[in-house]
Nanobody, 111 residues
Framework: QVQLVESGGGLVQAGGSLRLSCAAS????????MGWYHQAPGKQREMVAT??NYADSVKGRFTFSRDNAKNTVYLEMNSLKPENTAVYYC??????????WGQGTQVTVSS
């Protein structure tokens, strides 16, 4: 059974930083593609970062990384802006598309 547990969200002022973590279990982590997505209120869920791609709005500010020994992926978020406020989810990608989701972690950036 695939399980994804995100953590690290919170309230931060604009310009601040957060590091999200996603602990994975129930599948062979090291050979699977992973990604981070976010969903703001009233909006569709969108890709933020994978190991090979970043949304244009976060390039240069966010960094995707993974630790296969810990079955964990990370999203380092710097220079945060109010428009980055959303629930952030990690996902296992299958054939390039998100298949499994975690429960999400709230990120709120105040101006």
């Amino acid at each position: 059974q695939v399980q994804l547990v995100e953590s690290g969200g919170g309230l931060v002022q604009a310009g601040g930083s957060l590091r999200l973590s996603c602990a994975a279990s129930g599948f062979i982590f090291s050979i699977n593609y992973m990604g981070w997505y976010h969903q703001a209120p009233g909006k569709q869920r969108e890709m933020v970062a994978t190991s090979t791609n970043y949304a244009d709005s976060v390039k240069g500010r966010f960094t995707f990384s993974r630790d296969n020994a810990k079955n964990t992926v990370y999203l380092e978020m710097n220079s945060l802006k109010p428009e980055n406020t959303a629930v952030y989810y990690c996902s296992v990608l299958v054939s390039g598309r998100p298949r499994y989701w975690g429960q999400g972690t709230q990120v709120t950036v105040s101006s």
